[in-house]
């Protein structure tokens, strides 16, 4: 079965993230295909490069990222909730003109119809947050 | 092939971002050819009245956005009776009158007709 992920709230304020990356992990064990993840809300700031977790702690970001090299999956995050939370690629900072950029290597920002996609090209989109 | 998508909306229109970011979900949707309807229950059916004054607290009224939903095809709308109930507002004194209220048996049966269900 091919599934999609969305997460709507942040990391460390809320399970929501732990409980995804959690799913995420199990469906891909029991056989299944992972075909993105979105990120909206306050989930976009799951993809910040700039998130410093004590060492003791998980670092969601990076580890996000390692998920999806190794399944090649899809992590996109939602541009217009991303850019008014601070959360940039190099591209939308020069375009802003900010003097900095935290968007992670890995994700990509883009527009809300990504969602739409998730669930269109999914057989289940699973929520998680909000 | 067309999905039946059901998007959820659950939360009051100011407070959080939720509500907001619920309703951009679905206008973006509504440009992707699909089978949309949108349910408001719990505090969501607050989107729903009219002479909200949101300038005062620097938002954007729900009650001026969610009368462009039929514009952009979002027909299916509706609204939870027993969230309306609860929360002592009768059907006429909503935004629109062409919203149908579902009992909550009637809103199993919805979500069961669903492919996906975006909750909000």
């Known amino acids: ?130 | 092939m067309r999905k039946k998508i059901l998007f959820i909306s659950r939360h009051a229109p100011y407070g959080s971002s939720i509500a907001k970011e619920a309703l951009d979900a679905v206008l973006t949707a509504a440009a992707y050819d699909q089978d949309l309807s949108l349910l408001f229950m719990d505090d969501g059916i607050f989107q729903l009245l009219p002479n909200q004054q949101a300038n005062a607290i620097g938002q954007k009224s729900f009650a001026s956005m969610l009368p462009a939903l039929p514009l952009y095809d979002v027909e299916n709308i509706f609204v939870h009776l027993e969230s309306l109930q609860a929360r002592g507002i009768s059907k006429n004194e909503l935004l629109f009158d062409s919203v149908q209220t579902l009992d909550s048996t009637a809103v199993s049966a919805l979500l069961a007709q669903q492919d996906h269900l975006l909750s909000f």
């Not at chain 1, 056989?31 to 977790?53: A, C, E, K, M």
């Not at chain 1, 580890?63 to 996109?76: C, G």
């Not at chain 1, 883009?110 to 999914?122: E, F, H, K, N, Y």
Request: glycine share 6%; hydrophobic share 40%.
């Open chain 1, 1 to 130: 079965m091919i599934f999609s992920l969305a997460v709507y709230s942040p990391p460390y304020s809320s399970q929501a993230s732990e409980s995804a990356y959690r799913f995420a992990e199990a469906l891909l064990a029991e056989g299944h295909s992972l075909y993105r993840i979105f990120f909206y809300q306050d989930g976009v700031h799951n993809s910040s490069q700039l998130l410093t977790p004590p060492q003791d702690e998980t670092d969601f970001t990076s580890r996000w990222r390692e998920l999806s090299e190794r399944h090649h999956i899809d992590l996109v995050v939602c541009i217009a909730a991303a850019l008014k939370r601070g959360i940039l690629d190099e591209e939308e900072a020069n375009r802003y003109e900010k003097p900095a950029h935290n968007l992670h290597e890995g994700f990509a920002l883009s527009g809300l119809g990504q969602l739409v996609d998730a669930a269109l090209m999914s057989d289940r989109l699973v929520t998680f947050g909000g």
